[in-house]
T-cell receptor, first 115, second 111 residues
Framework: DGGITQSPKYLFRKEGQNVTLSCEQNLNHDAMYWYRQDPGQGLRLIYY???????QKGDIAEGYSVSREKKESFPLTVTSAQKNPTAFYLC??????????????FGDGTRLSIL | DQQVKQNSPSLSVQEGRISILNCDYTNSMFDYFLWYKKYPAEGPTFLISISSIKDKNEDGRFTVFLNKSAKHLSLHIVPSQPGDSAVYFC??????????FGKGTSLLVTP
């Protein structure tokens, strides 16, 4: 089945530690995105990548880093510089919009909590 | 600044009746609008979209209406079913790039 896989579903981190969230897709999509959702809030864009080896900061990139070495993978690292990392993290992908708009498809998310 | 606003955090509707979820936006450059449905602890699922060149798009029980002059869109669900109970997010984008999401409306469909 084609889709987006985020792992793990639940993740715990000690203060001061970096942690990496995995996102893999087999949809052959060029564009991938990371969002953060907090209670009662919409999804806020952290980083996005339109193509391999290229990525752009979103609205709340501080304290996060990403890489895009392969088309199917877009891992997100939550660094110790992120002061409030507890949240639900969602990864998405889509076909870029050159041939008309396409919706983003989402993974099932990773819930990160600080111990 | 929130460019996409869903001013109703929650909505309760009886089964079989119409559910109307509203969304306002401020950026006149947005040209693509979407609705997503989300269950707890899951990722959002794409529901329906509309391009700015249209004012209505229909897919089964779901219809999205776009009023560009008012910068307003709405999602109609007819008839509403208990399985429609979820959080609905409105989203908008410019030229197919990153989506801007509203804060969501929690819909409860009661039997």
């Amino acid at each position: 089945d084609g889709g987006i896989t985020q792992s793990p579903k639940y993740l715990f981190r000690k203060e001061g530690q970096n942690v990496t969230l995995s996102c893999e897709q087999n949809l052959n999509h060029d564009a991938m995105y990371w969002y953060r959702q907090d209670p009662g809030q919409g999804l806020r864009l952290i980083y996005y990548s339109q193509i391999v080896n290229d990525f752009q900061k979103g609205d709340i990139a501080e304290g996060y880093s990403v890489s895009r070495e392969k088309k199917e993978s877009f891992p997100l690292t939550v660094t110790s510089a992120q002061k409030n990392p507890t949240a639900f993290y969602l990864c998405a992908s889509r076909v870029p919009g050159r041939e008309g708009n396409q919706p983003q498809h989402f993974g099932d998310g990773t819930r990160l909590s600080i111990l | 600044d929130q460019q996409v606003k869903q001013n109703s955090p929650s909505l309760s509707v009886q089964e079989g009746r119409i559910s109307i979820l509203n969304c306002d936006y401020t950026n006149s450059m947005f040209d693509y609008f979407l609705w997503y449905k989300k269950y707890p602890a899951e990722g959002p699922t794409f529901l329906i979209s509309i391009s700015s060149i249209k004012d209505k798009n229909e897919d089964g029980r779901f219809t999205v209406f776009l009023n560009k002059s008012a910068k307003h869109l709405s999602l109609h669900i007819v008839p509403s079913q208990p399985g429609d109970s979820a959080v609905y997010f409105c989203a908008a984008s410019r030229s197919g790039y990153a989506l801007n999401f509203g804060k969501g409306t929690s819909l409860l469909v009661t039997p």
